[in-house]
């Protein structure tokens, strides 16, 4: 049973245009969400973070939106440059969970120039 | 500063036989995570871990795999017996106390033959 689901394994998007990807999640329970975005061959690096009282955090190029009514979120990068071209993973947690981040299962970004 | 710390890099194995997978937090940081990323899928719990302590281990399989994190020295992911479907990248992360902010490692890339 997937918790937190990524439809689209993939999104190719041209240099200076906006990327969107996606994120849905089944457990009302999540009180936070993570965007990681990862390189082959190397761990995760954390890139912005919302917490379910906010519906918008912006850190520079990047912005996570969350609609908690209809269990989404998403991640905007714009403009898009090649060097964001990655496997971008959205996470959350459980409320009184402890730490432990459930992922979804990623959607591959390509930005071409 | 050192980031987490995960060695080896890289490891192969035969079928049947033990893997040691390690890894160092980043200084300062109490708590261990570990995650496993099979191929094509996203990345899965496994076990939390405080220093002497199992916090959750609930995506930890039954069998065969046991983690610890001593007082002194690295936290140690052991998967005894392997199986080809233990071939998958293995992941670290820590964070201080009360913190949702983690850092990976590098991972660990097993490959059972």
């Known amino acids: 049973d997937q918790q937190v689901k990524q439809n689209s394994p993939s999104l190719s998007v041209q240099e200076g245009r906006i990327s969107i990807l996606n994120c849905d999640y089944t457990?009302?329970?999540?009180?936070?969400f993570l965007w990681y975005k990862k390189y082959p061959a190397e761990g995760p690096t954390f890139l912005i973070s919302?917490?379910?009282?906010?519906d918008k955090n912006e850190d520079g190029r990047f912005t996570v939106f969350l609609n908690k009514s209809a269990k989404h979120l998403s991640l905007h990068i714009v403009p898009s440059q090649p060097g964001d071209s990655a496997v971008y993973f959205c996470a959350a947690i459980l409320n009184n969970a402890g730490n432990m981040l459930t992922f979804g299962g990623g959607t591959r970004l390509m930005v071409k120039p | 500063n050192a980031g987490v710390m995960q060695n080896p890099r890289h490891l192969v194995r035969r079928r049947g036989q033990e893997a040691r997978l390690r890894c160092s937090p980043m200084k300062g940081h109490s708590h261990v995570y570990w995650y496993r990323q099979l191929p094509e899928e996203g990345l899965k719990f496994m076990v939390y871990l405080q220093k002497e302590n199992i916090i959750d281990e609930s995506g930890m399989p039954k069998e065969r795999f046991s983690a610890e994190f001593p007082k002194e020295g690295p936290s140690i992911l052991r998967i005894q017996q392997v199986v080809r479907g233990d071939s998958a990248a293995y992941f670290c992360a820590s964070s201080p106390e009360g913190n949702y902010g983690y850092t990976f490692g590098s991972g660990t890339r097993l490959t059972v033959v």
């Open positions: 457990n009302s329970m999540f009180d936070y």
């Open positions: 919302i917490s379910s009282i906010k």
